[in-house]
C-alpha cells in the first residue's frame, strides 16, 4: 500500500444514552482499522477514547492522565501515540506529544461503575452489553503503541481534498518502552464544547489573564540582571498553587524583590524602607509578652548571683530572638570577622538597647541608666 498523507480522521461514534463515546478498533496487535460500529469484527478489538468516556464526569480535564495511567496499569485503557501528520476532527492535541488514550470495553465498564450516575450506567449497560459478552475473553492491552498511516483509510479525509476514501487501516508498532511517560501530561484534547468551556473559563480567571500576558512579555524580556530575582519569585508562587508554603521559600521571594529594588532609594524618605521597618516594628512589639516571660524566668534561675551575668552576647543569645540582635548586629556593623575585637567591645551597647527597647532590663547598667532617664 502507498502511504497517503492525511490530516484529518472523523472516528465514528458509539451512543451510549446522552453520550457519544468515539471509539476504533484493534487488529492483531498490529493495525487499527477506523469503520464504522459493527458487532460483527471477530477479529479486531474495540477501543474507546478516553475523552469522551470521561467527558462530565466532574473529573477537571489536567487530572485525566492520572486517572488513564491507573487504569492502563490494569490493562484497561492504552495510550496511542499517533505519527505528527495526523490530526482528530473536534479533538486538540499539542504538535508536541500527538498521544490519545483509549479504553477496551472492560475499562469502559470499569470507568462507568466507577464514576457514571445509575442512568448514565444504564445506559452503557443497554447500548454496549451486547459487545461486553463477545468480548468477554479479551486478554489485557498494552500500555501503548506506537501508530503511522498507511493509504485507503476509511473516515479519513485529506486536509486539501476532502474526499473520504474507502478501507481503513492503521498500522501500529508496540512501544519498546511503555512506561517511559504515562504519568505525564501529553494529551491535552479535548472536544469542541471543553474547548469554549476552557476559554470561558480562561477569560473568567484574573490569575489565568495575567499568567499568559507575562508569559508573553517574557519573551521579549532581555537579561538584564532581574532574571535570577523573577525565577525565585515564581518558585514561591509555584509553592502557593500546590499548597507548599513555608518561610524558607517566602524568604527567597522577600530577598529577590528586596535586593532587585533595593538600589537608588533615598535613606531618608524610602517607602520601601519606611514600611519593610515598620512591618519588623510591629512583630517585635508583639513579641514583648514572650521575652518578658523568658527575661522573668531567667532572673529567677540566677537571682543568687545576679550581679555575676555570662557575657553580653550570651545573655542576648538567651533572652532575645535572633532577628532582633541580627538587625542590631547589621546596623551597628559588627558582623564582620575582621571586628570581632569590635564586637566584643560594643555588644554591651547592643545588650542595652535590647533591654529598653524591649522593656526588660536585666544588667546593673541598664537600671542605673534607666532610673537616671526616668529621674530627668
Known sequence: MTALEVSLIDLPQWACGEKKIRFLYLSNNTSFKVSKQSNSEEHTVPLFLGADIFAETGIRTENHPRYHAKF???????KLAFSSDIRFNGLRLPCSSNSLWFYSIQGVFRVAFELYNRQDQLSVLESLQDMW???INDGPLN???????QD?????????????????LVTAQILSDPLGDLLSVDHDYCSVAELKNSIESFHSKPLLQRLHSFGEKAKCMTNNGTEEHILKVLE??????YGQLDEEGLMKAVMAMLQTYSEGFS????????????????????????????VEGF?????????DLPPAEELAAELFPEAMRTLLVQW??????????????????????LEFANHNLITGVAHVLYSSLICK
Not at 152 to 168: E, L, W
Not at 278 to 293: C, D, E, K, R, V
Not at 299 to 307: G, S
Not at 332 to 353: D, F, N, Q, T, V
Open 72 to 78: 492502563a496499569k490494569k490493562g484497561l485503557a492504552t
Open 133 to 135: 459478552r463477545s468480548r
Open 143 to 149: 500500555m501503548s503503541y506506537n501508530l503511522s498511516v
Open 152 to 168: 485507503d483509510c476509511d473516515s479519513i479525509q485529506d486536509h486539501q481534498n476532502p474526499t473520504v476514501v474507502k478501507s481503513g
Open 236 to 241: 514561591y508562587a509555584e509553592c502557593c498553587v
Open 267 to 294: 535613606i531618608y524618605s524610602s517607602p520601601l524602607l519606611q514600611a519593610v521597618a515598620g512591618w519588623l516594628g510591629q512583630q517585635f512589639h508583639a513579641a514583648n509578652a514572650t521575652i518578658s516571660h523568658q
Open 299 to 307: 532572673k529567677v534561675r540566677h537571682i543568687e548571683r545576679i550581679t
Open 332 to 353: 551597628m556593623g559588627l558582623s564582620e570577622e575582621e571586628a570581632l575585637w569590635k564586637r566584643h567591645s560594643e555588644y554591651p551597647i547592643l545588650l542595652l538597647i
